[in-house]
């Protein structure tokens, strides 16, 4: 019955093939336009707010080879000069990291945040209605997996956001083989 259902997810997949150009949505609507503003409402909180992201920045500019930690830039869309590029506004405050590293959000594969903590912290900027708007499977992924799971933030753009069409069903179902594999379902 699995490989049924597989076969049919396949050729449902596939068919958008036939009247396709290949060519990505014509509209991103995942990036909105950023206001980093709303974390604060006065001079009090701007400068806290500065501060944590400058401690973020004097450890993480540069390669921290003996931790295995590559240097960190925040390029594209997330970038803000402003707001010393905001780490806090997706990591949260730095509280006692880096001696106890489970204080600040992380996006990483394995993880210590919870999923929901994760994607709470995306959906703070990003709407359900844009989401939803910019691709269905948001709407299907976003209590299964972290929106970093997809999306690199840190890059100077998203490989997810121009992705063809083609590419996208291809990753879509490598993932599931590969959820599946994991589960032991053929």
């Known amino acids: 019955m699995r490989i049924l259902r597989w076969l049919f997810f ?18 991103n609507a995942q990036i909105p336009d950023i206001d980093f503003a709303k974390q604060v409402s006065n001079a009090d909180q701007m ?5 944590e992201n400058k401690r973020c920045i004097r450890c993480h500019k540069v390669a ?3 931790k295995n930690i590559a240097a960190v830039k925040m390029l594209g869309a997330h970038a803000s000069e402003k707001f010393v ?3 806090s506004a997706c990591h949260g405050n730095k509280g006692k990291h880096p001696k106890e590293d489970f204080t600040i959000i992380s996006y990483a594969d394995n993880t210590h945040t919870p999923l929901a903590l994760q994607n709470s912290k995306c959906m703070t900027c990003h709407t359900s209605l844009q ?7 948001h709407d299907v992924h976003y209590k299964k997996i972290s929106c970093a799971a997809c999306h690199q933030l840190h890059e100077a753009e998203d490989p997810m956001t ?5 590419s996208r069903i291809t990753l879509c179902v490598d993932c599931h083989i590969a959820i599946n594999e994991l589960r032991g379902d053929q």
């Open 85 to 87: 590029d905001n780490c």
């Open 64 to 66: 921290r080879k003996l």
């Open 47 to 51: 400068e806290q707010l500065l501060k």
């Open 162 to 166: 121009n992705i063809k069409r083609k």
């Open 131 to 137: 989401l939803r708007n910019a691709e269905w499977t």
């Open 10 to 27: 396949f050729i449902l997949c596939l068919s958008g093939f036939v009247n396709s150009n290949d060519s990505p949505p014509e509209v």
